[in-house]
């Protein structure tokens, strides 16, 4: 609080009756009843209208979750607006909820969702559903004061500036573009240690290149519906062929939106030539707080089977993939079970949304595993196998175990080559690719070489120190003050 308020109540308290000196207890006190109506006062007239519009899997709207929970807990109206198979997490939560079509489980498991975890080109959300998603969340914007959207639903853009309303967006995965490494998903190539040759030159302005390539060409599938959709429904100009990033005079409130990045700055370093609107806030966790915001542990209470099996032997290792979906999950299960039985460990088997998995074929060292909370059953493991998706990799970390990636699409290669980088991985795998002998290699040398556990342990306590979830809503809040 600012001394001014302090100053003015003070002032007042000097015609009432009694000097300070004389009735120090009133007086004191009816200048702090004074000073905290101004801070209620003040602290209202901030308090805004927000909306997060976000479509995904549970791995992605965990973190956003935790995010607008924080901001509600600071006093904000906050409401999302997602794919419809969020809808029980966010009744979960006492969250206002606005289902958007399109359940992405069932797009997931669909022919064309295959493909696309099998790393083809496809099209997950066709035309008409863009159309859908489009008016559904343009019906929801009334009043909205500030939009957050995730990597996407970008298009909100759109219904940020019908609302004129400011925008930020909130990425789990660096799309800021930077010469230092490329889009996620494109090859890595390292640039030359000489920071004046030609070859370094050329591969960072490559890197940068990047990102701007899989915006346009993301924009251009997508132009067609959204520009009519911004003539038909928004009644807004149309946009440069080259989109948003193109216009030369976008509305004030819209001219570089924050792009926060919900990544720990000890696991991606912050890049030098990354625009001042990108910033790295930390990775975002859901997890129960007091009213004051402290972080409290996990409310879970394993059944007997579960406390039975980690009670009965060594530390098991974790595998699951989370919301991938194996066009074979039985043999994706079957390597891995496999794996685990020529590296002589106890597994911990989770099926996720994958689902098909014979219990009564696993050997008596396997256990399937429904739910569980990650932040609950992490930390009583050796290691994890996962998916390299953004929410698992920033939980092992978290939790202070090791991994290996069995990376099906997307970014989840790269988060593989960040946690080998890292120094708690030994090997990143492909689906497509993937065999038991490979994986048995990776599990033996996360068993066998302490090494592994030795640097999670270090990361661990250093991310400790972080909050990603206060500091990303700090970050929203100063973008509502500087729209103010």
Not at 46 to 65: C, E, H, T, W
Not at 192 to 199: H, I, L, V, Y
Not at 254 to 269: C, F, K
Request: glycine residues 8%; positive net charge; hydrophobic residues 45%.
């Amino acid at each position: 609080m600012t001394a001014a308020p302090l100053a003015q109540a003070l002032q007042k308290r000097k015609g009432l009756a009694g000097s300070p000196q004389s009735r120090p207890v009133y007086w004191l006190v009816s200048a702090a009843d004074e000073i905290v109506q101004h801070h209620a006062t003040a602290t209202a007239s901030r308090m805004a209208k927000v909306r997060l519009i976000s479509v995904g899997s549970r791995g992605d709207l965990q973190p956003y979750l935790a995010i607008l929970l924080e901001l509600q807990r600071r006093g904000h109206q906050v409401s999302l607006i997602g794919s419809v198979n969020f809808q029980a997490m966010a009744e979960a939560h006492a969250l206002p909820f606005v289902p958007l079509p399109g359940d992405f489980t069932s797009l997931l498991s669909s022919e064309a969702g295959l493909a696309l975890m099998q790393g083809k080109p496809v099209r997950l959300i066709c035309d008409a559903l863009l159309g859908e998603l489009l008016e559904t969340a343009r019906a929801a914007m009334e009043g909205t004061d500030l939009l957050l959207v995730s990597p996407l639903c970008l298009w909100g853009y759109h219904l940020a500036e019908a609302a004129g309303c400011p925008l930020v967006v909130l990425s789990p995965m660096p799309i800021m573009a930077t010469g230092d490494f490329p889009f996620l998903g494109f090859p890595a190539s390292p640039t030359s240690r000489n920071a004046g040759s030609t070859r370094h030159r050329i591969r960072r302005r490559l890197n940068r290149s990047s990102y701007r390539l899989v915006s346009l060409l993301k924009w251009r599938q997508d132009a067609r519906v959204i520009q009519a959709f911004r003539r038909d429904r928004l009644d807004l100009q149309p946009l440069p062929w080259g989109g948003a990033e193109s216009r030369r005079t976008p509305p004030a409130y819209l001219v570089d939106p924050p792009v926060l990045h919900l990544i720990s700055p000890q696991v991606l370093p912050h890049p030098a030539d990354w625009k001042a609107s990108a910033s790295l806030t930390g990775f975002c966790f859901l997890e129960p707080r007091t009213a004051a915001g402290a972080i409290l542990p996990t409310p879970y209470s394993p059944d007997r089977e579960l406390s039975a099996f980690l009670e009965g032997g060594p530390a098991p290792f974790y595998a699951g993939f989370g919301s991938m979906i194996s066009r074979d999950p039985e043999a994706l299960a079957a390597a891995v079970v496999e794996a685990a039985q020529l590296a002589g460990v106890r597994l911990i088997l989770s099926p996720g949304w994958g689902r098909v998995v014979p219990r009564a074929a696993l050997p008596a060292d396997v256990l399937l595993l429904e739910e569980c909370p990650h932040s609950w059953l992490f930390p009583r493991v050796q290691a994890a196998i996962h998916h390299g998706g953004a929410g698992t990799t920033a939980t092992t970390l978290r939790c202070g175990i090791p991994s290996t990636v069995v990376a099906f699409f997307a970014d989840q290669p790269a988060w593989g080559r960040t946690l080998e980088q890292l120094g708690v991985s030994p090997a990143t795998h492909r689906l497509s690719s993937l065999s038991a002998e490979a994986l048995a290699a990776s599990i033996r040398a996360l068993a066998g070489e302490p090494r592994f556990r030795q640097r999670a342990r270090e990361l661990q306590q250093l991310l400790a120190r972080e909050d990603g979830v206060a500091c990303t809503a700090s970050a929203i809040e100063a973008r509502l003050a500087g729209m103010g």
